[in-house]
């Protein structure tokens, strides 16, 4: 089974009515996996000399085209591991939850072809890439319960 460490970053806002909203990004058909699924900013964690959190900001940038001006970093929860046997990977997910300046306009790159502000809780109504909901709740802990 190959190892492969990812980042996912999870981006919060204040939405119109008040309420906490997530951003999910519809997967395109030009990514290696997962195609056609709604997952967090997302990549691979390269044997680079970048931390994590280096390289979940540098993800931000390319996916969102957020700066580092544009976002800031609530909370780095703790690894989630798991396998999934049909693409033989055992996945090691860092995530990420990074508060949005409110007015920063989002503008998503070729791994992408939809972006939506949702509740957090309202995650399970999408066909996400896996354990999208776990990642969030080590970052997010009220999104068990947060309705939609």
Known sequence: MRETP????FLLRTGPHGHDEVLILRRSGRVRTYRGRWAGVSGYLESTPL??????RR???EETGLS???IELVRAGDPLTFEDP?????WTVYPFL???RPGA??????????AR?????ALGRYRTVPRLREALARVYPASRDDAA
């Open 51 to 56: 931390t994590a959190e280096e390289q979940a």
């Open 59 to 61: 993800e931000v940038q």
């Open 68 to 70: 580092s001006a544009d």
């Open 6 to 9: 990812v980042v996912t970053c």
């Open 117 to 121: 502000w949702v509740r957090p809780g």
């Open 105 to 114: 306009a989002i503008a998503i790159d070729w791994e992408h072809t939809e």
């Open 98 to 100: 990074f508060r949005v």
């Open 86 to 90: 049909e693409l033989g990977t055992r």
